[in-house]
């Protein structure tokens, strides 16, 4: 099992930024950063293969965050710019995501805890 662990989150104004971080275990693995709102589903956000090649964003937050890894730390880090109050959930990092679906929270081995990240208006 990969461990987990998440950093970074607080609370911000609209327009703000902030950067999480998610320190992993073993080696690298595709990984992602997904959400969850109160009463909401939790949600995909954006994810990056284990080599950094290839990453992509869901649609609402595209242009505004940017996923990045650094394999030498086992680190990936979710920088969150121009963040608007729908953006407030619990953020968290997964790992050891299925190839093909990394869309889907389903297809994650791994959790991290979590982290709060709110933005007031």
């Known amino acids: 099992q990969v461990q987990l662990v998440e950093s970074g989150g607080g609370l911000v104004q609209a327009g703000g930024s902030l950067r999480l971080s998610c320190a992993a275990s073993g080696r690298a693995s595709n990984m992602g950063w997904f959400r969850q709102a109160p009463g909401k589903e939790r949600e995909f956000v954006a994810f990056?293969?284990?080599?950094?090649?290839?990453?992509d964003y869901a649609d609402s937050v595209k242009g505004r965050f940017t996923i990045s890894r650094d394999n030498a730390k086992n680190t990936i880090f979710l920088q969150m710019n121009s963040l608007k109050p729908e953006d407030t959930a619990v953020y968290y990092c997964?790992?050891?995501?299925?190839?093909?679906?990394?869309?889907?929270?389903?297809?994650?081995?791994?959790w991290g805890q979590g982290t709060q990240v709110t933005v007031s208006s």
């Open positions: 997964a790992a050891r995501g299925i190839p093909g679906l990394l869309y889907d929270f389903k297809h994650y081995l791994d």
């Open positions: 990056i293969i284990w080599s950094g090649d290839s990453s």
